[in-house]
């Protein structure tokens, strides 16, 4: 078992910045591919950012390259997802994603084997 807990969530004016974190359990953080996903009004979940377990290589959705910045601490058992140039399309509850079994990033909400319980970000114009 994986537990993820999610903190950094709340409300900020278009163009600000927020930085999501997500702690996990488990000794073995460091060989975990982790994800964030989101899902905003209407929408179904979909993936915004991905890295290896060693957080050298990065994926982003289209929709946030450049703005968005995922990285991991395993040290401290951590991922964040650091938002600059935040709009209001970016209004969302934001999910971190751990991948247990499989071992590759995916773009694929199924791949994901543990969930964090979701942080709403909202930015208003």
């Known amino acids: 078992q994986v537990q993820l807990v999610e903190s950094g969530g709340g409300s900020v004016q278009a163009g600000g910045s927020l930085r999501l974190s997500c702690a996990a359990s488990g000794r073995t953080f460091s060989t975990y591919p982790m994800a964030w996903f989101r899902q905003g009004p209407g929408e179904e979940r979909k993936f915004v950012a991905g890295?290896?377990?060693?957080?050298?290589?990065?994926y982003y959705a289209d929709s946030v390259k450049g703005r968005f910045t995922i990285s991991r601490d395993n040290a401290k058992n951590t991922v964040y997802l650091q938002m600059n140039s935040l709009s209001p399309e970016d209004t969302a509850v934001y999910y971190c994603?751990?991948?247990?079994?499989?071992?590759?990033?995916?773009?694929?909400?199924?791949?994901?084997?543990?969930w964090g319980q979701g942080t709403q970000v909202t930015v208003s114009s």
């Open positions: 890295l290896t377990s060693n957080g050298v290589i990065t």
């Open positions: 994603a751990a991948r247990v079994i499989g071992g590759l990033v995916s773009m694929t909400e199924s791949a994901y084997n543990y």
